[in-house]
């Protein structure tokens, strides 16, 4: 019996992240609007007539990529404030940084990274995104990777009023500008106006750590209101929880339990520092943290509780968190998480490259709330296909120990959501690809050198 769809992609190998985890040698996938309508061995799909066929021979065929935290306007300080862990970097380079940048700098900057992302087979982005976090700019982000083709949702980061600990910890007052009731009727705003059907915004209190409390309460309240969910960050930096301690006599989750912010909806970005108690809350809660491997090994932040967290029930994601010291590539990203679990522990089998691509296909799509992260039958079409031709991928036995620890974004071919064919031939298809990196070099290039940042800190500071 003949059927039809839009799009078939056929004589790849499939790695489905179905339940069964089936790999499919030869397979089809068919995508039905933007849908997933089968996925078999071409045989089994050889009665499909599509629009469009798409031969995936020598080429692996994979759920799209999530990345469930980011800052993508962050891309402007690419390479810069390196060698400083977490409260120098954020108080001497990074919101020095993001107090000065303006508008068409950071939309700039947020278009060359989703466009880094989408290249690099991401589908969906999780981007908490702070500075400029006016209405007006939020809208022109959120429209960014939506006129881009991808997923995800803008966690927008708020600073509120200027905490006891903001200003212990010398972080710039000039983000601390609003007020709590300001902070909330912008982000009513932003909610209330935006419209998209793959592009949401969420309410983001900027961290725990260093936000009031009446802030982060009253965002949770309106993620509730909105339905939709809320992400943070917490507990990255060893004295984070210790600062949160002193200030207010318990650790962080201890009192967003009591204050019954914690659910699926809320996710955690970072959550490194964690007692048992607090790994028992958030476990029980079920709520998602966002694990950023690379950037704790570039601010030396530390290696997340991987295992009890997810024992304990919690839904892990992985993201990319910045491009300020590395890529945003979610290739590089999954093998980090292996090697920094592994180092940590001491341990080669305290996880796998199977673990590691799970994370970052199903994992991410249950921490963004997104029927996606597996190749599926009434699925959504997100997907991306990776070449196997390079010399550094021959051979291959395992297609996800491939994935994970010898491929990279550059080995994606083609990258669809919501079924359309959103990058391939090693270009965006819905928006100007050369003009987005001529943009992103000249307004991160005006920011930066307004700002005075400086550009060569490696070589002074070198030990000797
Ligand atoms: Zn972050």
Redesign the pocket.
Known sequence: MTQHCDVLLRGGVVVTMDDARRVIEHGAVAVRGNRIAAVGTQAELSGWQADRTIDCSGQVVIPGLVDS?N?LFQVAGRGLGDGMALWQWLSEFMLPLAAGIRPEEAVAAVRVGALEALSSGTTTIID?HYAPNDAATTLQVAAALHDMGLRGAIALGVFGPFTDIARDNQLSPLLFQNSTRHEIDSMRECLTEWRSDRVQIWPSPINVIYNDQDLVRGLVELADEFNVRWQT?CSEALVDPEIYLQAYGLRPFIWMEKERLLSPHASF??AIWLDDAEIERIGGRQCGIAH?PM?NEYLASGAMRLRDARKAGATIGMGA??AAGHLMDMFQIMRQMVYVQRLHTLDPEATFAEEAFELATRGGAQLAGIDAGCLEAGKLADIAVVSLRGAHMAPCFNPVANLVYCASGRDVTLTMVDGRVVYENGRATLVDHEEIVRKAHEHCNAVIKRLNIPTRRGQAALPQ
């Open positions: 935290h800052h908490n960050h970005a970072h950023n950037s968190d910045g």
